[in-house]
């Protein structure tokens, strides 16, 4: 007979390796041919609702590692929730519309946008996003993202266009969408008016003058030969100045130098007698701001007034307590300039060049002009300093160019109007982090009015039709028919059709005694389109609601689609299209570099799913702290993949050994199960309620490391390895090797329903190699429940200790394999020496050697009587010595008592018994 023949040794059909770049792809299209999505939707059915509703991509370009971390965290929680009582649709979607599409077919795409109709070119972008959208879908899925992927939500679909025209009418009704001419983020870049979203901030170097404004009439004040003094960095917007600044409750002070007499904040006089180099000086009068209100100084080459004004916005910070206001180029110029009845002035067109309101300087783009400007500055006496400064400056986001603040007629949403409920509506949700609640809520408090139309073509239109006065016409009426049209046909028909074939049948205005209308050629910021989704999705899809109960971007958002679907939906509902919101960092390189192309550093998704898998792109996600920005590189993942190789092996060493277990026939009650094997499940039952409640807070590192830790300590180090002997070498129905598979199906039962969301695809694979498993996948199943076992607490600190005890063992017998030359902890007997309570502990523990995995132990006595030779650690003193007897065929284990049968003279007692009474 051969002996090893007689052991029970682990069978499983599921690989040590994951070859994870070739299996995952093949269940995907598994998952596709069962179309998972819907059985999941199917089984979930009737349960409370929980719509994670999904923030939209631009459908331009392949993704990268922000798309993946944020795809991957939302399916974390979608197919959490699906295994926790709820139904937990998600819709992925995809933002369609806005400038990178027009600049990319126009450069990359090499169209011609001269020779193409608005319409036409429109087609044109369409069906470039509509390509973008099918590629980005593939890789998405290639993430292992389960959603309703055959009908996503795109916002140039014409339903989606219908219901945000219903939004923009519903605003416009209430009083929130009007036309006015102000100062708005300007793209000479784009020829396009930007919002706040769209501006990102790069270091600029620009000059810094300072420029004196003669007094033309004190009022009585003043005596007339002072001069104002301002300061400014662009020197491109002196010729659109119409006033000058002062706070009503700064002192100013006269300084008077070399006979010429400068007015400037007194706070700034020393500041600025350095700045100035003024080597003999003299301050000979003051007035508080107030005083001077109204005083008129002279435009320093143009014959116009320089009105000065009062205003709270000016400050000591920088300058010189003057500020130079021109209403058509700044926000606080403009807001200032009203209350004073001051032109909006802008002498800039779209492209960013001088008009004839400029005169010496129409033809020039405005930052070409900065020189000339100044040089007429000097020329008639009015420059008293030119510097040049490095500082942040508004850039469009797109094209990475300089913007202005130019005043230009367009439509605006009005926030001042509802901003009270704005900031109410903000401190009612949930925000993770907290202090996203803080950010928005100043964002939102201190914004503008939100600038809504762009001069663009390829965008949803606004629905605005003028009548034969130019008055703009914005009826129920006309909002409900553009809305219809354009679910029936896609707004492309606004520039393909006549206006009056867009309005109702028979449609007649006061605005328009004749009958002839207009259309407004204007499109909506793209931020409209998407912050529309609450509307045009939660609404119009009967799979979803609204609010949504999460919402999860990156932390952009704050100014971008949080921010904007805030504004939509409090302006036509009263509340916030979400319940909570949850923020992520931005992903970096390896040292904390953001990811370029010029650095090299790019970690691509695709790359990585091709070399390591998408379960390793899934367990990093899951590992790191995504609510701070996360570092990603070559080495991070390959530590990634040896954790994953820890836990893939787990799941191997559990499906080995309960390859002969049937839960129906085989399993052990708890009462009758070993101490040691009732403390597993113990400490298995508290693993499901942490880790729940980690997926509860989306706190997935924390997932990551309990079950990482559970499956490396409480089970690989010891539960795993002191369980081989009986697993191994006890014949298949012995009361302990059942008990001991009874843990191990539970724990694989356990581990592969906790790991899913994050293992998408390794735990379904696991899933098809357990025994008597009746759900197709695990996706069918639901998170493990937590137990109540009794007496947990005494069993717990029980073989916590003993646990601690065993460390010290374990120490021993390495020392020992370094020290004597033991070779296996099988060739060692231990010798404990204990005291109190430890001892007491150790006395109730029987097979001490089989918990060490020693041949023999014993306990020989308190820690006074231990030899010299005995170590001492911290709980208590061990010597290790060789085991005495011999070795057993079988089982390997050292004994005295090996031959007793004749039969099977090389086999220890244990396994003689079982040969005996079970294989002859």
């Not at 329903?753 to 008597?772: F, G, R, Y």
Request: proline letters at 5%; glycine letters at 6%.
């Amino acid at each position: 007979m051969e002996y090893k023949d007689t052991l029970l040794m682990p069978k499983t059909e599921f690989p040590m390796r994951g070859n994870l770049p070739n299996r995952e792809p093949k269940m995907q299209e598994e998952w596709h041919e069962q179309e998972i999505y819907n059985k999941v939707q199917e089984r979930t059915k009737g349960r409370p609702v929980f719509v994670l509703h999904d923030g939209p991509p631009y459908a331009n370009g392949d993704i990268h590692m922000g798309h993946a971390l944020n795809k991957i965290l939302k399916d974390f929680i979608v197919r959490y929730k699906s295994m926790s009582g709820f139904h937990a649709p998600y819709v992925p979607g995809w933002d369609t519309h806005g400038l990178p599409i027009e600049t990319a077919l126009t450069k990359k795409g090499k169209v011609d946008r001269k020779k193409l109709s608005v319409a036409e070119f429109r087609q044109k972008c369409e069906e470039y996003a509509l390509n973008q959208i099918d590629s980005q879908r593939e890789q998405f899925k290639r993430l292992g993202v389960r959603g309703d992927w055959d009908n996503p939500y795109v916002t140039l679909n014409p339903e989606y266009e219908a219901q945000q025209i219903r939004v923009f009418g519903e605003m416009a009704k209430r009083g929130y969408i009007y036309k006015g001419k102000k100062p708005v983020y300007w793209s000479p870049s784009s020829e396009s008016a930007l919002a706040e979203a769209e501006i990102e901030y790069h270091d600029k170097r620009s000059p810094s003058i300072y420029v004196a404004f003669d007094v033309k009439d004190g009022r009585g004040v003043l005596d007339g030969d002072e001069k104002y003094v301002i300061w400014t960095t662009t020197p491109w917007t002196i010729p659109a100045n119409l006033a000058i600044a002062l706070h009503p409750e700064l002192t100013y002070a006269v300084v008077n130098v070399n006979n010429n007499k400068y007015i400037v904040a007194e706070g700034l006089v020393e500041q600025l007698v350095e700045e100035f180099e003024w080597t003999d000086h003299e301050v000979v009068k003051t007035y508080k701001g107030a005083e001077l209100e109204k005083t008129v100084a002279k435009h320093p080459f143009y014959e116009r007034d320089s009105l000065v004004i009062l205003g709270e916005h000016v400050t000591l910070e920088a300058g010189t307590g003057c500020v130079h206001t021109a209403p058509g180029h700044g926000e606080d110029d403009y807001i200032v300039g009203q209350q004073y009845g001051l032109d909006v002035l802008c002498p800039v067109n779209d492209k960013g060049v001088f008009t004839e309101e400029a005169p010496m300087f129409d033809g020039l783009f405005y930052d070409a002009a900065n020189k000339p400007i100044t040089e007429k500055l000097d020329e008639v006496g009015s420059l008293l300093k030119l510097n040049f400064m490095t500082h942040s400056y508004p850039h469009d986001w797109r094209t990475k160019k300089p913007v202005i603040f130019r005043a230009t007629a367009q439509w605006f949403a009005s926030i001042k109007d509802f901003r009270e409920e704005l900031l109410k509506e903000i401190q009612d949700v949930e925000w993770l982090p907290k202090w996203g609640e803080t950010r928005l809520f100043n964002m939102v408090r201190d914004r503008g009015d939100w600038c809504i139309s762009r001069q663009r073509a390829w965008g949803v239109p606004i629905p605005i039709f003028y009548g034969e006065n130019d008055e703009p016409i914005i009826t129920d009426e006309t909002i409900e028919h553009v809305s219809n049209l354009f679910r029936e046909h896609g707004s492309n028909i606004w520039f393909e059709w006549e206006t009056k074939d867009l309005l109702p049948e028979g449609f007649t205005s006061e605005h328009s005694p004749n009958g002839e209308f207009t259309k407004e050629m204007d499109i909506m910021d793209v931020w409209f389109d998407s912050g529309s989704s609450h509307q045009s999705v939660l609404e119009e899809r009967d799979d979803l609601v609204r609010p949504a109960d999460l919402y999860l971007e990156g932390s952009d958002q704050y100014r971008g689609w949080f921010n904007s679907s805030l504004s939509t939906a409090v302006a036509v509902t009263g509340k916030a299209p979400y319940k909570a919101v949850l923020s992520h960092g931005f992903t970096l390189d390896g040292e904390g570099r953001k990811m370029s192309k010029s650095l090299g550093n790019v970690i691509i998704p695709d790359k990585v799913m091709k070399q390591l898998g998408a379960d390793i792109l899934r367990l990093w996600v899951a590992s790191v702290d995504y609510q701070a920005d996360v570092r990603v590189s070559d080495n991070i993942l390959k530590q990634v993949a040896e954790v994953y190789r820890k836990i893939r092996n787990t799941f191997r060493f559990l499906l080995g050994n309960v390859h002969d277990f049937n839960p129906e026939t085989n399993t052990v009650a708890f009462e009758d199960l070993s101490e040691l094997d009732q403390y597993m499940l113990v400490k298995l039952n508290d693993l499901v309620k942490e880790v729940k409640g980690s997926y509860e807070d989306y706190q997935f590192a924390s997932v990551y490391n309990r079950i990482h830790n559970f499956c490396t300590i409480e089970l690989s180090s010891f539960y795993m390895d002191i369980a081989k002997d009986t697993l191994y070498i006890q014949h298949a129905d012995h009361p302990d090797r059942r008990g001991i598979q009874t843990v191990m199906y539970e724990t694989l039962m356990t581990l592969t329903k906790l790991i899913a969301p994050i293992l998408s695809h390794t735990t379904d694979e696991v899933w098809k190699h357990i025994p008597n498993v009746d759900a197709e996948s695990v996706q069918l199943t639901d998170m493990p429940e937590v137990k109540t076992f009794e007496q947990t607490e005494a069993l717990k600190n029980k073989w916590d200790r003993f646990m601690e005890l065993r460390d010290d063992v374990l120490k021993a017998l390495e020392e020992a394999r370094n020290e004597k030359g033991i070779k296996k902890s099988l060739q060692a007997h231990v010798y404990l020496y204990a005291d109190g309570k430890d001892k007491e502990l150790l006395e109730g523990v029987s097979n001490l050697n089989k918990l060490f995995i020693t041949s023999q132990a014993t306990l020989a006595g308190e820690r006074n009587d231990a030899p010299s030779e005995a170590k001492s650690y911290e709980h208590l003193q061990v010597n290790v010595d060789f085991a005495e007897g011999e070795k057993c065929d079988r089982c390997w284990i050292i004994t005295p008592s090996l031959g007793k049968n004749e039969n099977h003279p090389t086999l220890c007692e244990s396994c003689t018994d079982i040969i005996v009474n079970h294989y002859e």
